[in-house]
């Protein structure tokens, strides 16, 4: 069974970092893209950034809203995704999803979610 | 970006009630479309990818149709765990982007 597990999120300061985790079980990881998707009352779902697979050298895709200031990152040992998220701002505030993407690139998993609230 | 635009926001039915949602993009997407279900409280859920596949362990009451810039789904007999919001999202450029949503209530 396909488990996704996020952690790390928490309530952090307007120009702060945070470290989001997601603990991946149940298939291959390394085979995967993993995406990361936000989620907010006024604004819905957002996609924020990508890593693609082992084929694909886990380049990474994002969000014109978060380049430059968030990074995926993957440890394939230890089966996790990672979003290191810096300068963050107020509109950051959502939960975070990790979501596991099919060979024909469709969502189909992702964990319960993790909220981060950027707020002095 | 791909906007994806959707309807109804909001809609309320009754349990066995024939239910249908649309969703328009910008441009053209070939089927690289999917619809997600949600409860409140929970993460989103995969229904339907490809435009018109199900999902493994989805309900055959869900259907989805359309390709290029029109999609539907279709919920044939309304169930009380069907209540929920509904999402539909292109993968077929980046960024992915998601529909606004639409709430079906009792």
């Known amino acids: 069974e396909v488990q996704l597990v996020e952690s790390g999120g928490g309530l952090v300061q307007p120009g702060g970092s945070l470290r989001l985790s997601c603990a991946a079980s149940g298939f291959t990881f390394s085979d995967h893209f993993m995406d990361w998707v936000r989620q907010t009352p006024g604004k819905g779902l957002e996609w924020v950034g990508r890593?693609?697979?082992?084929?694909?050298?886990?380049?990474?895709e994002y969000a014109a809203s978060v380049k430059g200031r968030f990074i995926v990152s993957r440890d394939v040992s230890e089966n996790s995704l990672y979003l290191q998220m810096d300068s963050l701002k107020t509109e950051d505030t959502a939960v975070y999803y990790c979501?596991?993407?099919?060979?024909?690139?469709?969502?189909?998993?992702w964990g319960q979610g993790t909220l981060v609230t950027v707020s002095s | 970006d791909i906007q994806m635009t959707q309807s109804p926001s909001s809609l309320s039915a009754s349990v066995g009630d024939r239910v249908t949602i649309t969703c328009r993009a910008s441009?053209?997407?070939?089927?690289?479309f999917a619809w997600f279900q949600q409860r409140p409280g929970k993460a989103p859920k995969s229904l339907i990818y490809?435009?018109?596949t199900l999902q493994s362990g989805v309900p055959s009451r869900f259907s989805g149709s359309g390709s290029g810039t029109d999609f539907t789904l279709t919920i044939s007999s309304l169930q009380p765990e069907d209540f929920a919001t509904y999402f539909c999202?292109?993968?077929?450029?980046?960024?992915?982007?998601f529909g606004g949503g639409t709430k079906v209530e009792i």
């Open positions: 441009q053209g997407i070939g089927s690289s």
């Open positions: 999202q292109q993968y077929n450029s980046y960024p992915v982007t």
């Open positions: 890593s693609r697979n082992k084929a694909r050298s886990y380049t990474t």
């Open positions: 979501v596991r993407v099919a060979v024909d690139y469709h969502f189909d998993s």
């Open positions: 490809g435009a018109s």
